[in-house]
């Protein structure tokens, strides 16, 4: 067995989750909907209110496997119940952000604003034009729509401008060196 796929999942008041026999799982919560459809070998056991992924060792020897859906299955129970949220900043003169509709645009120094479609499934709230938060409940499309947003103008290294994570780090270089003169 693996040793983070045998433990245990929780399921929170509000939150409805059911099997079917080919393996595909609903999750249902105050956050929306989501599905996840298991590998052959894989099932899950509910009891009461708790989780738990079996695997059957002759039809999938791999630990890794029951590990990662059993993180997927925990992504998911937790994504419907709370949702998931990422934020992003922009530094730099001029650097802002808004919402029109269901697009987001962005002006970020070049000579045209850029637009990106929202995802229905994704919440965008845009505070004082340089904060952006993402919020939905599929943790993989929050953080792929944020790493969207932030491949428009990635962070440069020497004056720190363009969109970063909250709480991202930069490491800065120092600029070109002057020559010393004779």
């Known amino acids: ?9 929780s399921i929170p008041q509000g939150v409805e989750v059911k099997a079917t026999k080919e393996g595909l799982i609903t999750f249902k919560g105050p956050k929306g909907t989501l599905e996840l459809k298991l590998p052959h070998g894989l ?10 992924l079996e695997r059957d060792e002759k039809l999938v020897p791999k630990k890794a496997v029951h590990g990662l859906y059993r993180s997927l299955v925990k992504n998911n129970v937790e994504g419907v119940f709370e949702g998931f949220e990422v934020k992003l900043t922009l530094i730099g003169v001029g650097y802002r952000a808004n919402v029109a509709g269901s697009k987001l645009e962005l002006q970020l120094g070049y ?13 965008i709230a845009v505070d004082k034009g340089t ?4 919020k939905g409940a599929d943790k993989k499309e929050v953080g792929q729509f944020a790493a969207t947003i932030r491949g ?31």
């Open 43 to 52: 099932h899950l056991k509910i009891d009461g209110s708790v989780l738990m």
């Open 152 to 182: 428009m103008k990635p962070p440069e290294p020497y004056k720190g401008k363009g969109i970063r994570y909250e709480n991202e780090y930069v490491r800065k270089k120092d600029g070109k060196a002057a020559k010393g003169k004779a």
């Open 131 to 134: 904060a952006i938060s993402v």
């Open 1 to 9: 067995m693996s040793r983070l796929g045998k433990t245990p999942i």
């Open 111 to 123: 000579s045209h604003p850029t637009a990106l479609i929202i995802p229905k499934t994704i919440q």
